[in-house]
């Protein structure tokens, strides 16, 4: 968000408004403004007509200067009372802006006198930051612990629920109801679980079920069970999968078809192909039959896939393939467009190829290896990008290359085409970044990813977690944080599991929640100490930075040939700079002339010797 002035040779203006644009987001909030004018007579609205059209570096919103009010400011006393009104709609191109000055100049050489001032919006993205609460230690229990998943319940946030593998016949599985502060842990089997192999996966839909499921202890079933106390216990069996060759299997929850309603889907890899089956939801335990298995085209060679659940129940399957091998692969997406749990999903034209296979092995992941580990999110929120379907992944300057790098795509149709990719992590080095995780904060639209991290490691063998978030529809990324308070190696652990196959996150209420293996033993309370992986959380708090105040002209004078101009703004606690450009779009400069502070006000004076000036504050 920021605020404009232009000054046009022409004569003395002024404009007061105040803005409240969300980013990328075509709205204003204009509470009053005002405009005087050197001589002459009042300009009718209308004899000046500019508009301005949204570029890739700017855009404006409809404006209108309102008449001035008399006394509100101290002017040179040649300055006569009249005043211009200018319109600026919502389509202007720049070319437009130099006819609407020149059109001043001309009411002033016809002795109307004309005093022209445009206050645009400009595109910035308030300085929000991302601060990582402090990590804790989710099941503090002996053994191997990895490969997790989590969920937070929008009807409570503070409840939420994370589980894991564990080399026994179960689950580590943890609850909180105070955000993550605390957690109860405990090892599956009482809790309504039979024994268990791995592959945990959970969800909450909106009216608090949790559903989560795992492959028991043979390999040769996925259970789906719900839970209606938070994932304290899960007495109700959904959905029992039976089969031979499934693999990794994900379950979400999500808008349904018709309003009042939920969906819960999941998907697998069955013999032949990766399936998607889904159900209708209610209310609390108000959970439909699951349908029959629906075949995702085109994924034969398929696999390591990822469900999401969009507006009106539409369902977006993504997996990649061949998924054997150290790559290259291609991602495909399939969509239901109805949402039907009796549908069919059909493959959508836009494909994205990465250079990492269903099997990589890397200095991190040595034994177990590593997959592009792609990642679906549907936009949800009622945001300017609602509907959107982000698309994470790893890629790599070739297959045999450990320099894996995080990529963020989206697309506005549904997969028929994707954006350029934008990598979220900046490191300069080659080191690996791998196991990709994203979510979206339906309360925001906000995009969040997290992901482990070689970077600090000379061996690029030890990982952190590391994390960022979109403000802006996945255009842009906030700079990424350390997430984790320690690093981690799993080399050799858990059987050669190592880390596993994924790690968990969500972000709802501008909280991102990561979980992850961690051997760091940072928070003192792991019972093995650093010979073994327990899983970790934190809380990563999204915070907008004060607001950028209004840019206002407290006085305006003009001394030998030049305009004086007295700037101030709020003293809000902003960190802010004053920039000027002679055009609009144009390079910006940082004025430097000093400040005067004082609790309420800041106050600085610019002498203007152009043709025309722009004025900005800026983060």
Sequence with gaps: LGVAL????????????????????????????????????????????????????????????????????????????????LSIQSSMTGSAITRAVSASRRQAQEGLGALLVLTIVLPQLCAQTLSVGPNVNINRQSGYQAEEAIAIDPTNPNRMFAWSNDLGNYNSAAFTVNGGTNWTSRFTGADGWPALGGDPTCTFDSFGNLFAASFNSAFSKILVRESNDAGQTFPTAVLTISGSGLDQPTIKAGPGTSAGQQAVWIIYRASTSVVARGAVVTGPGAVGAFGAALTIPGSSSGNFGDVTIGPNGRVAVAYQTPYSGIGPSTIKVAV????????????????????????????????????????????????????????????????????????????????????????????????????????????????????????????????????????????????????????????????????????????????????????????????????????????????????????????????????????????????????????????????????????????????????????????
């Design 336 to 619: 239901n467009s109805s949402g039907s749990t009796a549908g069919s999903f059909s493959l959508a034209a836009g494909t994205v190829a990465t250079a990492v296979g269903g099997f990589r092995s890397i200095p991190a992941q040595p034994s177990r290896s590593v997959d592009a580990e792609l990642g679906l999110a549907y936009d949800n929120s009622t945001g300017p990008h609602r509907g959107r379907l982000y698309l994470v992944y790893t890629d790599a300057p070739s297959t045999v290359s450990n320099d894996l790098n995080i990529f963020v795509r989206f697309s506005d149709n549904d997969a028929g085409t994707w954006s350029s990719a934008v990598r979220v992590n900046t490191d300069a080095g080659a080191q690996s970044q791998f196991f990709s995780k994203i979510a979206l904060d339906p309360t925001t639209g906000n995009l969040g990813v997290v992901w482990y991290d070689c970077r600090n490691s000379p061996a690029n063998n030890r990982v952190e977690l590391w994390g960022t978030v979109s403000v802006d529809g996945g255009l842009t990324f906030l700079p990424e944080v350390k997430i984790s308070a320690g690093s981690t190696s799993g080399v050799g652990l858990g059987g050669g599991n190592e880390l596993g196959d994924y790690l968990g996150l969500d972000f709802y209420g501008n909280i991102l929640y990561p979980v992850w293996a961690d051997d760091s033993n940072s928070t003192g309370d792991n019972p093995d100490g650093t010979a073994n992986l327990d899983y970790y959380g934190a809380a990563v708090t999204l915070v907008p930075a004060p607001g950028i105040p209004s840019l206002l002209v407290a006085g305006a004078q003009q001394l030998d040939g030049a305009e004086v101009l007295t700037l101030t703004w709020t003293n809000n606690g902003s960190q802010v700079v004053l920039q000027s450009s002679g055009t609009l779009p144009g390079a910006w400069s940082t004025v430097s002339s000093p400040w005067s502070t004082n609790a309420n006000w800041i106050v600085t004076t610019v002498t203007n010797s152009a043709p025309e000036q722009f004025y900005r504050l800026k983060h």
């Design 6 to 85: 232009v000054w046009p040779w022409c004569g003395l203006g002024v404009a007061l408004v105040w803005l409240c644009t969300p980013e990328s987001m075509p709205s204003i909030c204009l509470l009053y403004g005002f405009a005087v004018a050197l001589g002459g007579l009042p300009v009718p609205l209308g004899e000046i007509n500019a508009t301005w059209k949204a570029r890739s570096d700017n855009y404006a919103v409809p404006l209108v200067l309102s008449d001035f009010e008399r006394g509100h400011l101290p002017v040179d006393n040649s300055i006569r009372s009249s005043y211009i009104l």
